[in-house]
Protein backbone atom coordinates (compact mmCIF):
# COMPACT_ATOMS: atom_id res chain seq x y z
CA UNK A 1 0.00 0.00 0.00
CA UNK A 2 1.85 3.12 -0.60
CA UNK A 3 0.66 6.94 0.51
CA UNK A 4 2.19 10.10 -0.36
CA UNK A 5 5.42 10.41 1.32
CA UNK A 6 7.92 13.64 1.79
CA UNK A 7 10.60 12.88 -0.81
CA UNK A 8 13.93 11.89 0.63
CA UNK A 9 12.40 11.24 3.99
CA UNK A 10 12.99 7.84 5.36
CA UNK A 11 10.06 8.43 8.14
CA UNK A 12 6.21 8.34 7.17
CA UNK A 13 4.20 11.43 7.44
CA UNK A 14 1.26 10.78 9.53
CA UNK A 15 -0.92 9.62 7.02
CA UNK A 16 1.89 6.39 6.62
CA UNK A 17 1.51 6.13 10.15
CA UNK A 18 -1.74 5.51 10.39
CA UNK A 19 -1.93 3.01 7.52
CA UNK A 20 0.72 1.45 9.08
CA UNK A 21 -1.24 1.56 12.60
CA UNK A 22 -4.09 0.45 10.37
CA UNK A 23 -2.41 -2.76 8.64
CA UNK A 24 -1.48 -3.79 12.56
CA UNK A 25 -4.60 -4.66 13.15
CA UNK A 26 -4.44 -7.64 10.37
CA UNK A 27 -0.92 -8.46 11.38
CA UNK A 28 2.01 -8.09 13.53
CA UNK A 29 4.46 -7.94 10.64
CA UNK A 30 4.41 -4.88 9.40
CA UNK A 31 7.17 -2.38 7.65
CA UNK A 32 7.73 0.57 6.01
CA UNK A 33 9.30 0.45 3.10
CA UNK A 34 10.36 3.51 0.50
CA UNK A 35 6.97 5.21 0.05
CA UNK A 36 4.82 2.12 1.47
CA UNK A 37 3.79 0.29 3.81
CA UNK A 38 3.92 -3.27 3.26
CA UNK A 39 2.52 -6.55 5.65
CA UNK A 40 2.99 -9.79 5.06
CA UNK A 41 -0.85 -11.60 5.86
CA UNK A 42 -0.02 -15.18 5.42
CA UNK A 43 -0.66 -16.61 8.89
CA UNK A 44 -3.25 -14.49 9.38
CA UNK A 45 -5.58 -15.70 6.58
CA UNK A 46 -7.80 -17.96 9.19
CA UNK A 47 -8.49 -15.16 11.82
CA UNK A 48 -10.14 -12.98 8.90
CA UNK A 49 -12.38 -15.95 6.91
CA UNK A 50 -10.02 -16.54 4.51
CA UNK A 51 -7.56 -15.53 2.03
CA UNK A 52 -10.13 -13.62 -0.26
CA UNK A 53 -12.24 -12.26 3.02
CA UNK A 54 -8.92 -11.09 3.91
CA UNK A 55 -7.82 -9.54 0.95
CA UNK A 56 -11.37 -7.73 0.49
CA UNK A 57 -11.17 -6.56 3.56
CA UNK A 58 -7.32 -4.87 2.92
CA UNK A 59 -8.28 -3.55 -0.62
CA UNK A 60 -11.19 -1.88 1.06
CA UNK A 61 -9.37 -0.43 4.21
CA UNK A 62 -6.87 0.88 1.78
CA UNK A 63 -9.41 2.51 0.11
CA UNK A 64 -11.33 4.62 2.82
CA UNK A 65 -7.85 5.46 3.85
CA UNK A 66 -6.74 7.14 0.67
CA UNK A 67 -4.08 5.06 -0.40
CA UNK A 68 -2.80 6.01 -4.17
CA UNK A 69 -2.39 2.08 -4.94
CA UNK A 70 -1.85 -1.44 -3.58
CA UNK A 71 -0.61 -4.93 -4.58
CA UNK A 72 -0.16 -8.34 -3.77
CA UNK A 73 2.54 -10.35 -4.04
CA UNK A 74 4.58 -13.42 -3.04
CA UNK A 75 7.48 -10.30 -2.17
CA UNK A 76 7.46 -7.10 -0.20
CA UNK A 77 9.44 -5.11 -3.85
CA UNK A 78 6.67 -7.31 -6.06
CA UNK A 79 3.80 -5.99 -4.31
CA UNK A 80 5.06 -2.54 -4.58
CA UNK A 81 6.21 -2.79 -8.30
CA UNK A 82 2.46 -3.89 -8.65
CA UNK A 83 1.40 -0.78 -6.39
CA UNK A 84 2.99 1.76 -8.44
CA UNK A 85 1.67 0.85 -11.61
CA UNK A 86 -1.69 2.08 -13.04
CA UNK A 87 -4.31 -0.28 -13.22
CA UNK A 88 -4.84 -2.41 -15.08
CA UNK A 89 -1.40 -3.85 -14.75
CA UNK A 90 0.09 -6.80 -16.08
CA UNK A 91 -0.40 -9.93 -13.88
CA UNK A 92 3.45 -10.89 -14.46
CA UNK A 93 6.03 -8.75 -12.78
CA UNK A 94 8.53 -8.99 -15.52
CA UNK A 95 5.95 -7.50 -17.66
CA UNK A 96 6.10 -4.19 -15.16
CA UNK A 97 7.79 -0.76 -16.57
CA UNK A 98 11.22 0.57 -15.08
CA UNK A 99 9.47 3.03 -12.96
CA UNK A 100 7.89 0.40 -10.59
CA UNK A 101 10.85 -0.14 -8.93
CA UNK A 102 13.57 2.53 -7.39
CA UNK A 103 16.24 0.85 -7.94
CA UNK A 104 15.45 0.73 -12.02
CA UNK A 105 13.52 4.08 -12.18
CA UNK A 106 17.42 6.39 -11.68
CA UNK A 107 18.86 4.40 -14.36
CA UNK A 108 15.40 4.83 -16.58
CA UNK A 109 16.75 6.72 -19.66
CA UNK A 110 19.85 4.50 -19.85
CA UNK A 111 18.06 1.32 -19.82
CA UNK A 112 15.46 2.80 -22.58
CA UNK A 113 18.29 3.65 -24.98
CA UNK A 114 19.31 -0.33 -24.80
CA UNK A 115 16.03 -1.14 -25.60
CA UNK A 116 14.44 -2.11 -22.12
CA UNK A 117 11.04 -0.94 -21.46
CA UNK A 118 10.38 -3.65 -18.26
CA UNK A 119 11.64 -5.29 -16.08
CA UNK A 120 12.01 -8.87 -17.65
CA UNK A 121 13.99 -6.96 -19.97
CA UNK A 122 16.61 -5.85 -17.82
CA UNK A 123 16.78 -9.19 -15.92
CA UNK A 124 18.17 -10.96 -19.61
CA UNK A 125 21.04 -8.73 -19.55
CA UNK A 126 24.16 -10.12 -18.71
CA UNK A 127 24.72 -9.98 -14.65
CA UNK A 128 28.08 -9.37 -14.47
CA UNK A 129 27.34 -6.52 -17.03
CA UNK A 130 24.58 -4.75 -15.46
CA UNK A 131 26.83 -5.05 -11.78
CA UNK A 132 29.78 -3.12 -13.62
CA UNK A 133 27.51 -0.51 -15.27
CA UNK A 134 24.72 -0.08 -13.01
CA UNK A 135 25.75 -1.28 -9.59
CA UNK A 136 24.45 -4.38 -7.40
CA UNK A 137 22.03 -2.58 -6.28
CA UNK A 138 19.88 -3.05 -9.26
CA UNK A 139 20.46 -7.14 -9.23
CA UNK A 140 19.66 -7.27 -5.56
CA UNK A 141 16.40 -5.09 -6.31
CA UNK A 142 15.48 -7.60 -8.92
CA UNK A 143 16.35 -10.55 -7.20
CA UNK A 144 14.57 -9.49 -4.36
CA UNK A 145 10.98 -8.97 -6.28
CA UNK A 146 11.20 -11.98 -8.08
CA UNK A 147 11.81 -13.89 -4.69
CA UNK A 148 15.21 -14.66 -5.95
CA UNK A 149 17.01 -13.13 -2.90
CA UNK A 150 15.45 -12.98 0.82
CA UNK A 151 13.87 -9.84 2.12
CA UNK A 152 14.68 -8.52 5.80
CA UNK A 153 12.85 -5.49 7.38
CA UNK A 154 12.22 -4.18 10.46
CA UNK A 155 8.70 -4.44 11.65
CA UNK A 156 6.48 -1.37 13.27
CA UNK A 157 5.61 -1.49 16.79
CA UNK A 158 2.91 0.56 18.27
CA UNK A 159 4.04 2.88 21.30
CA UNK A 160 2.57 2.07 24.66
CA UNK A 161 0.61 5.66 24.74
CA UNK A 162 -0.97 7.80 21.95
CA UNK A 163 0.23 11.06 21.49
CA UNK A 164 -0.38 13.09 18.65
CA UNK A 165 0.46 16.53 17.81
CA UNK A 166 -0.78 19.08 14.72
CA UNK A 167 0.49 22.95 14.02
CA UNK A 168 -2.36 24.55 13.24
CA UNK A 169 -1.44 26.52 9.88
CA UNK A 170 -3.30 29.66 11.35
CA UNK A 171 -4.25 31.00 14.58
CA UNK A 172 -7.79 29.96 15.78
CA UNK A 173 -9.77 31.96 17.90
CA UNK A 174 -12.99 29.59 18.65
CA UNK A 175 -12.66 26.69 20.50
CA UNK A 176 -15.74 24.79 17.36
CA UNK A 177 -13.26 26.18 14.54
CA UNK A 178 -10.70 23.28 16.18
CA UNK A 179 -12.96 20.67 14.72
CA UNK A 180 -11.32 19.69 11.48
CA UNK A 181 -7.90 19.55 13.64
CA UNK A 182 -9.38 17.39 16.42
CA UNK A 183 -10.98 15.05 13.29
CA UNK A 184 -7.35 15.03 11.92
CA UNK A 185 -6.14 13.68 15.49
CA UNK A 186 -9.16 11.39 16.08
CA UNK A 187 -8.44 9.39 12.47
CA UNK A 188 -4.96 8.73 13.96
CA UNK A 189 -6.23 7.67 17.29
CA UNK A 190 -9.10 4.97 15.76
CA UNK A 191 -5.57 3.56 13.93
CA UNK A 192 -4.15 3.36 16.71
CA UNK A 193 -6.89 1.46 18.80
CA UNK A 194 -8.03 -0.97 15.90
CA UNK A 195 -4.03 -1.86 16.08
CA UNK A 196 -4.23 -2.51 19.56
CA UNK A 197 -7.36 -4.16 19.75
CA UNK A 198 -8.92 -1.84 22.45
CA UNK A 199 -11.11 1.14 22.90
CA UNK A 200 -10.96 4.23 24.21
CA UNK A 201 -12.31 5.20 27.59
CA UNK A 202 -10.90 8.81 28.11
CA UNK A 203 -8.50 11.44 26.16
CA UNK A 204 -7.35 14.40 26.60
CA UNK A 205 -7.01 17.98 23.92
CA UNK A 206 -4.40 20.34 24.96
CA UNK A 207 -3.53 23.02 23.41
CA UNK A 208 -0.75 25.83 23.41
CA UNK A 209 -2.41 29.37 23.22
CA UNK A 210 -0.88 32.06 21.01
CA UNK A 211 2.30 33.82 22.91
CA UNK A 212 1.42 37.08 22.13
CA UNK A 213 -1.48 37.59 25.14
CA UNK A 214 0.54 37.65 27.97
CA UNK A 215 -2.95 38.20 30.24
CA UNK A 216 -3.36 34.41 29.32
CA UNK A 217 -2.27 30.88 30.06
CA UNK A 218 -0.05 29.81 27.55
CA UNK A 219 -1.81 26.25 27.27
CA UNK A 220 -4.85 24.77 28.07
CA UNK A 221 -6.37 20.81 28.18
CA UNK A 222 -10.12 19.61 28.36
CA UNK A 223 -10.42 15.88 29.03
CA UNK A 224 -13.57 13.98 27.54
CA UNK A 225 -14.45 10.51 29.07
CA UNK A 226 -16.61 8.08 27.18
CA UNK A 227 -19.97 5.71 28.66
CA UNK A 228 -17.77 2.48 27.59
CA UNK A 229 -14.68 1.85 25.51
CA UNK A 230 -14.99 2.61 21.54
CA UNK A 231 -12.86 2.72 19.04
CA UNK A 232 -15.50 3.98 16.57
CA UNK A 233 -14.39 7.53 14.65
CA UNK A 234 -17.41 8.69 14.11
CA UNK A 235 -18.96 8.51 17.98
CA UNK A 236 -15.75 9.84 18.71
CA UNK A 237 -15.93 13.30 16.22
CA UNK A 238 -19.99 13.56 17.32
CA UNK A 239 -18.86 13.33 21.03
CA UNK A 240 -15.89 16.16 20.34
CA UNK A 241 -18.23 18.61 18.80
CA UNK A 242 -20.50 18.64 21.35
CA UNK A 243 -17.71 19.55 23.43
CA UNK A 244 -16.22 22.01 21.25
CA UNK A 245 -19.61 23.89 21.30
CA UNK A 246 -18.94 24.62 25.28
CA UNK A 247 -15.50 25.60 25.45
CA UNK A 248 -14.34 28.88 25.48
CA UNK A 249 -10.87 29.70 24.55
CA UNK A 250 -8.66 32.35 26.73
CA UNK A 251 -6.60 32.71 23.57
CA UNK A 252 -5.69 32.31 19.91
CA UNK A 253 -4.17 28.48 19.61
CA UNK A 254 -1.52 27.83 17.26
CA UNK A 255 -0.96 24.13 18.03
CA UNK A 256 -3.21 21.01 19.71
CA UNK A 257 -2.57 17.55 20.52
CA UNK A 258 -4.30 14.48 21.81
CA UNK A 259 -3.17 12.17 24.53
CA UNK A 260 -5.14 8.78 25.30
CA UNK A 261 -3.90 6.70 27.92
CA UNK A 262 -6.86 5.13 29.40
CA UNK A 263 -7.87 2.41 26.61
CA UNK A 264 -10.03 -0.97 27.88
CA UNK A 265 -11.07 -3.88 25.61
CA UNK A 266 -14.25 -3.68 23.93
CA UNK A 267 -16.87 -5.54 25.48
CA UNK A 268 -17.70 -8.22 23.12
CA UNK A 269 -21.97 -9.63 22.72
CA UNK A 270 -22.68 -11.78 25.10
CA UNK A 271 -25.20 -14.82 25.18
CA UNK A 272 -23.97 -16.18 22.29
CA UNK A 273 -21.18 -18.47 20.89
CA UNK A 274 -21.15 -17.07 17.66
CA UNK A 275 -20.84 -13.95 17.36
CA UNK A 276 -22.99 -12.22 14.17
CA UNK A 277 -21.29 -8.87 12.09
CA UNK A 278 -23.03 -5.74 13.21
CA UNK A 279 -23.46 -4.54 9.73
CA UNK A 280 -25.92 -7.49 9.03
CA UNK A 281 -28.26 -6.45 11.88
CA UNK A 282 -30.16 -4.19 9.81
CA UNK A 283 -31.49 -6.58 7.42
CA UNK A 284 -32.96 -9.09 8.94
CA UNK A 285 -36.19 -9.00 11.28
CA UNK A 286 -35.53 -10.55 14.23
CA UNK A 287 -32.11 -9.02 14.07
CA UNK A 288 -32.34 -6.79 16.80
CA UNK A 289 -33.21 -9.61 19.36
CA UNK A 290 -30.00 -11.12 18.38
CA UNK A 291 -26.43 -10.69 20.61
CA UNK A 292 -25.50 -8.19 17.67
CA UNK A 293 -28.45 -6.09 17.29
CA UNK A 294 -28.65 -5.57 21.45
CA UNK A 295 -24.98 -4.37 21.14
CA UNK A 296 -25.83 -2.02 18.46
CA UNK A 297 -28.07 -0.84 20.48
CA UNK A 298 -26.27 -0.43 23.31
CA UNK A 299 -23.86 1.15 21.26
CA UNK A 300 -26.57 3.38 20.32
CA UNK A 301 -27.91 4.81 23.62
CA UNK A 302 -24.75 5.05 25.64
CA UNK A 303 -23.64 7.46 22.39
CA UNK A 304 -26.85 9.47 22.57
CA UNK A 305 -26.36 10.11 26.57
CA UNK A 306 -22.64 10.95 26.49
CA UNK A 307 -23.70 14.14 24.36
CA UNK A 308 -27.11 14.64 26.06
CA UNK A 309 -24.86 14.63 29.00
CA UNK A 310 -22.61 17.61 27.69
CA UNK A 311 -25.47 19.43 25.85
CA UNK A 312 -28.16 19.47 28.73
CA UNK A 313 -25.26 18.72 31.76
CA UNK A 314 -24.68 15.61 33.53
CA UNK A 315 -27.13 16.41 36.54
CA UNK A 316 -30.36 16.41 33.77
CA UNK A 317 -29.57 13.21 31.73
CA UNK A 318 -30.69 10.20 34.39
CA UNK A 319 -30.97 6.54 34.09
CA UNK A 320 -32.92 3.92 35.54
CA UNK A 321 -30.19 2.08 38.07
CA UNK A 322 -31.19 -1.27 40.42
CA UNK A 323 -30.89 -0.70 44.16
CA UNK A 324 -30.22 -3.55 46.58
CA UNK A 325 -33.99 -3.97 47.82
CA UNK A 326 -36.13 -6.99 47.93
CA UNK A 327 -39.16 -4.44 46.90
CA UNK A 328 -40.50 -4.59 43.03
CA UNK A 329 -41.27 -1.10 43.37
CA UNK A 330 -38.11 0.41 45.56
CA UNK A 331 -34.91 -2.12 43.81
CA UNK A 332 -34.89 1.05 41.13
CA UNK A 333 -33.86 4.41 41.42
CA UNK A 334 -33.18 6.97 38.64
CA UNK A 335 -29.89 8.50 38.86
CA UNK A 336 -27.57 10.95 37.22
CA UNK A 337 -26.06 9.14 34.22
CA UNK A 338 -22.54 9.80 34.46
CA UNK A 339 -19.41 8.28 31.49
CA UNK A 340 -17.85 5.30 33.33
CA UNK A 341 -19.60 5.56 35.93
CA UNK A 342 -23.28 4.29 36.53
CA UNK A 343 -24.43 3.28 33.36
CA UNK A 344 -27.28 1.43 31.79
CA UNK A 345 -24.76 -1.09 30.35
CA UNK A 346 -23.86 -2.07 34.64
CA UNK A 347 -27.39 -3.69 34.99
CA UNK A 348 -28.95 -6.82 32.71
CA UNK A 349 -32.35 -6.39 31.92
CA UNK A 350 -34.80 -9.54 31.89
CA UNK A 351 -36.08 -11.33 34.06
CA UNK A 352 -35.90 -9.85 37.88
CA UNK A 353 -37.58 -11.32 40.72
CA UNK A 354 -39.48 -13.61 38.96
CA UNK A 355 -41.15 -11.23 37.00
CA UNK A 356 -40.13 -8.63 34.01
CA UNK A 357 -39.45 -5.08 35.95
CA UNK A 358 -41.13 -2.31 34.47
CA UNK A 359 -39.70 0.82 33.35
CA UNK A 360 -41.69 2.86 34.93
CA UNK A 361 -43.06 2.81 38.57
CA UNK A 362 -45.92 5.28 39.72
CA UNK A 363 -44.76 7.44 43.17
CA UNK A 364 -48.69 6.30 44.47
CA UNK A 365 -50.30 2.70 43.12
CA UNK A 366 -53.72 3.67 41.07
CA UNK A 367 -56.48 1.80 41.98
CA UNK A 368 -58.71 0.11 38.99
CA UNK A 369 -61.86 -0.55 38.69
CA UNK A 370 -63.37 -4.60 38.27
CA UNK A 371 -66.11 -6.41 36.49
CA UNK A 372 -67.06 -9.81 37.19
CA UNK A 373 -67.66 -12.64 34.02
CA UNK A 374 -70.45 -15.02 33.97
CA UNK A 375 -68.46 -17.38 35.97
CA UNK A 376 -68.05 -14.85 38.91
CA UNK A 377 -64.50 -14.92 38.24
CA UNK A 378 -63.13 -10.87 39.03
CA UNK A 379 -61.30 -9.09 35.96
CA UNK A 380 -59.39 -6.05 36.52
CA UNK A 381 -60.26 -3.00 33.92
CA UNK A 382 -57.66 -0.39 32.37
CA UNK A 383 -58.27 0.96 28.74
CA UNK A 384 -60.56 -2.27 28.40
CA UNK A 385 -60.10 -6.15 30.49
CA UNK A 386 -56.61 -6.62 31.42
CA UNK A 387 -55.21 -10.22 30.48
CA UNK A 388 -53.06 -11.72 33.13
CA UNK A 389 -49.58 -13.24 31.40
CA UNK A 390 -47.50 -14.13 34.53
CA UNK A 391 -48.01 -13.96 37.96
CA UNK A 392 -48.89 -14.05 40.88
CA UNK A 393 -45.87 -13.11 42.46
CA UNK A 394 -46.38 -12.54 46.15
CA UNK A 395 -44.72 -10.29 48.38
CA UNK A 396 -45.53 -10.00 52.25
CA UNK A 397 -43.50 -7.42 53.45
CA UNK A 398 -42.58 -3.72 53.88
CA UNK A 399 -45.22 -2.32 50.98
CA UNK A 400 -47.53 0.10 52.48
CA UNK A 401 -45.55 1.53 55.26
CA UNK A 402 -44.63 4.38 54.05
CA UNK A 403 -48.13 5.03 53.21
CA UNK A 404 -50.21 4.45 56.21
CA UNK A 405 -46.91 6.82 57.90
CA UNK A 406 -48.11 9.45 55.26
CA UNK A 407 -52.22 9.03 55.84
CA UNK A 408 -51.62 9.97 59.70
CA UNK A 409 -49.88 13.12 59.00
CA UNK A 410 -52.09 13.83 56.13
CA UNK A 411 -49.43 14.53 53.86
CA UNK A 412 -48.58 13.18 50.38
CA UNK A 413 -46.48 10.43 49.58
CA UNK A 414 -42.90 11.14 48.32
CA UNK A 415 -41.24 9.12 45.24
CA UNK A 416 -38.08 7.55 47.18
CA UNK A 417 -38.13 4.69 49.19
CA UNK A 418 -39.22 4.28 52.52
CA UNK A 419 -36.71 3.55 55.50
CA UNK A 420 -37.84 -0.03 57.25
CA UNK A 421 -36.00 -2.50 58.85
CA UNK A 422 -37.37 -6.31 57.26
CA UNK A 423 -38.50 -7.98 59.45
CA UNK A 424 -40.40 -11.54 58.80
CA UNK A 425 -44.25 -12.48 57.42
CA UNK A 426 -47.03 -11.43 59.75
CA UNK A 427 -44.68 -9.04 61.75
CA UNK A 428 -44.61 -5.60 62.29
CA UNK A 429 -41.88 -2.33 60.87
CA UNK A 430 -40.55 0.33 61.43
CA UNK A 431 -41.68 3.23 59.26
CA UNK A 432 -40.87 7.19 59.75
CA UNK A 433 -42.77 7.43 63.01
CA UNK A 434 -45.41 5.14 63.36
CA UNK A 435 -45.79 0.90 63.33
CA UNK A 436 -47.54 -0.61 60.45
CA UNK A 437 -48.42 -4.06 60.01
CA UNK A 438 -48.14 -6.05 56.99
CA UNK A 439 -49.17 -5.61 53.64
CA UNK A 440 -49.42 -8.72 51.41
CA UNK A 441 -49.71 -8.06 47.81
CA UNK A 442 -49.92 -10.61 44.51
CA UNK A 443 -47.89 -8.77 41.56
CA UNK A 444 -49.08 -10.08 37.96
CA UNK A 445 -47.67 -8.84 34.49
CA UNK A 446 -51.06 -8.14 32.39
CA UNK A 447 -51.72 -6.85 29.31
CA UNK A 448 -54.40 -4.03 28.27
CA UNK A 449 -55.64 -3.95 24.90
CA UNK A 450 -54.89 -0.03 24.39
CA UNK A 451 -52.38 0.35 27.10
CA UNK A 452 -49.91 -2.79 26.37
CA UNK A 453 -48.03 -4.37 29.02
CA UNK A 454 -48.46 -2.78 32.68
CA UNK A 455 -47.67 -4.22 36.33
CA UNK A 456 -49.98 -4.74 38.55
CA UNK A 457 -51.10 -6.43 41.84
CA UNK A 458 -53.57 -7.62 43.81
CA UNK A 459 -54.35 -7.41 47.56
CA UNK A 460 -55.19 -10.44 49.19
CA UNK A 461 -58.72 -10.57 50.94
CA UNK A 462 -57.15 -11.61 54.05
CA UNK A 463 -54.53 -8.54 54.49
CA UNK A 464 -54.61 -6.02 57.50
CA UNK A 465 -56.69 -3.14 56.81
CA UNK A 466 -54.60 -0.86 58.63
CA UNK A 467 -51.98 -1.01 56.07
CA UNK A 468 -53.70 -0.51 52.99
CA UNK A 469 -54.46 2.96 51.33
CA UNK A 470 -57.58 5.08 52.54
CA UNK A 471 -59.37 4.08 49.21
CA UNK A 472 -59.35 0.53 50.06
CA UNK A 473 -60.19 0.75 53.60
CA UNK A 474 -63.82 1.57 52.81
CA UNK A 475 -64.29 -1.54 50.27
CA UNK A 476 -65.56 -4.69 52.09
CA UNK A 477 -63.25 -7.13 53.72
CA UNK A 478 -63.90 -9.94 51.59
CA UNK A 479 -63.23 -8.04 48.20
CA UNK A 480 -59.44 -8.04 46.56
CA UNK A 481 -58.31 -4.66 44.94
CA UNK A 482 -56.47 -4.36 41.76
CA UNK A 483 -53.95 -2.08 41.34
CA UNK A 484 -51.72 -0.25 38.61
CA UNK A 485 -48.45 0.19 40.01
CA UNK A 486 -45.62 0.32 37.10
CA UNK A 487 -45.85 0.91 33.14
CA UNK A 488 -43.28 -1.20 30.74
CA UNK A 489 -42.01 1.70 28.24
Request: glycine content about 8%; hydrophobic content about 45%.
Amino acid sequence: MSPRLEAGNDTPLPDAQMLAWWALGFTPRVACLEDAVVLEWQASQRLFGGRRALMRQLEQGAEQAGCQGWGHARTALGALALARTPRPHPRQLDALPLTSLSALATHEATLSRMGCRTLGDVARLPRDGVSRRFGAAVLQALDQARSVAPEAFTWLSLPPVFDARLELPGRVDQADALQPACDWLLARLGAWLVARHMGVRSFTLRWQHDGQRRDAARSGEHTVRLGTATADVVRLRRLVAEHLRRLALLAPVGEISLHAADIAPVEACEDDLFLAHSQDVAWHADAWQTPAGRRHQHDALTALLERLSVRLGSERVRTGQLQDDHRLGLDQAWLPWAPQGRSPSSNTPGVHHGLPHPAWVLPVPQPLHTEQDASGQVHPLYHGRLALLAGPHRMDTGWWGLDAANDAIGIAPAPCAPTCQVAEPAASYDVGQGITPVAPRDYFLAHSPRAGLLWVFRTRANASRDAMPSPVRAMPAEAEAWFLHGLFA
